[in-house]
């Protein structure tokens, strides 16, 4: 079982930046992706920024050039910090963490886990 516990959101102004961090109870290198995803009022959950355990990462086309997804392997943490924020960037953000490593010998598991997200509100 891993926990993710999200922190960070808030009211911002468009234009304005946000980091939201992601602490995991499991070391994240084990881990073989970590992600952001929003969901937004009405719309469908999206993958908004992963990475990967070697640190590849990867974007949604509309958050490329302002979003940057990191993590701290020794802290057990993942961030995105978010910047030139848009009103169309509102939405609960989640943490999630896809495919496990464990065991001796290390033994790998397709499970997921999601964090309970954080609300992040852009005005105009």
């Known amino acids: 079982q891993v926990q993710l516990v999200e922190s960070g959101g808030g009211l911002v102004q468009a234009g304005g930046s946000l980091r939201l961090s992601c602490a995991s109870s499991k070391n994240i290198f084990s881990i073989n992706v970590m992600g952001w995803y929003r969901q937004a009022p009405g719309k469908e959950r999206e993958l908004v920024a992963a990475?990967?355990?070697?640190?590849?990462?990867n974007y949604v086309d509309s958050v490329k050039g302002r979003f940057t997804i990191s993590k701290d392997n020794a802290k057990n943490m993942v961030y995105l910090q978010m910047n030139s924020l848009k009103p169309e960037d509102t939405a609960v953000y989640y943490c999630?963490?896809?495919?496990?490593?464990?065991?001796?010998?290390?033994?790998?598991?397709?499970?997921?886990?999601w964090g309970k997200g954080t609300l992040v509100t852009v005005s105009s």
């Open positions: 999630h963490a896809l495919g496990i490593w464990s065991g001796t010998p290390p033994r790998y598991s397709g499970v997921e886990y």
């Open positions: 990475i990967l355990t070697g640190g590849s990462t």
